[in-house]
Every structure is written in structure tokens, then in C-alpha cells.
């Protein structure tokens, strides 16, 4: 199986950055970062597969920029900034060998990673 493992999130003020890892046992197709507030849906946010191919969710467009390892292609990274209080929630990896058109879809992610808290305050 396809162990996951994220860090680097933590407590940021509105405006500011912070930087996402995850690292993967194994190469996959579909890397993707979804995120989850209490009460709400997990959602996409970014997803990128083994051509490079990328996906953002509109909210984050603009601000958020995921990439990938491009020695070992088993590393994702999610370089957030201009952070809003609204991008406050657990972020989780996730990894599947879905078609591209569905990395962020959550129904075909495969693995997900324990999630890592990020925190933005006003």
C-alpha cells in the first residue's frame, strides 16, 4: 500500500505562506491536495499527475501552486500564499491511478494521508 506521510502545516496570518509536503512510499498517477473543515465536505484543491498536468479549484487560483518531485515523482508539494482565513482546514494528500480528468475528484482517490493543519488568522 501507499504510504503517506504530510507536513509543514502550522498557524499563519492572513496574507501570508506556507508550504506543504507529502511524501509518498510509491509512484502514482494522481497526486492531489484536498481540504476539509468540520461540518463541510472534503474538497479539491490542487492536483497534478505524472505529465505535469495540473488542476486548481477556482479559490485557490492564482494563490496556490502544486508540484511534484521531478527525480522521484513520489513527493507533492502545495506552496500556498496570499492565505485567507477561509483557507483555514485539515489539508490531506492523496494519491490515485484515476484518469487525470478525475485526480480531484475525492470519490477516486486511493490513499489519503493523516492530514496536516493549517490555521489563518484575520
Known amino acids: 500500500q501507499v504510504q503517506l506521510v504530510e507536513s509543514g502545516g502550522g498557524s499563519v496570518q492572513a496574507g501570508g505562506s506556507l508550504r506543504l509536503s507529502c511524501a509518498a512510499s510509491?509512484?502514482?498517477?494522481?497526486m492531489a491536495w484536498f481540504r476539509q473543515v468540520p461540518g463541510k465536505e472534503r474538497e479539491g484543491v490542487a492536483s497534478i499527475d505524472s505529465g505535469g498536468s495540473v488542476s486548481y479549484a477556482d479559490s485557490v487560483k492564482g494563490r496556490f501552486t502544486i508540484s511534484r518531485d521531478s527525480s522521484a515523482k513520489n513527493t507533492l508539494y502545495l506552496l500556498m500564499n496570499s492565505l485567507l482565513p477561509e483557507d483555514s482546514a485539515m489539508y490531506y494528500c492523496?494519491?490515485?491511478?484515476?484518469?487525470?480528468?478525475?485526480?480531484?475528484?475525492?470519490?477516486?482517490?486511493?490513499?489519503w494521508g493523516q492530514g496536516t493543519l493549517v490555521t489563518v488568522s484575520s
Open positions: 510509491e509512484y502514482t498517477h494522481c
Open positions: 492523496a494519491t490515485s491511478w484515476s484518469a487525470s480528468r478525475y485526480c480531484l475528484v475525492h470519490t477516486h482517490v486511493e490513499r
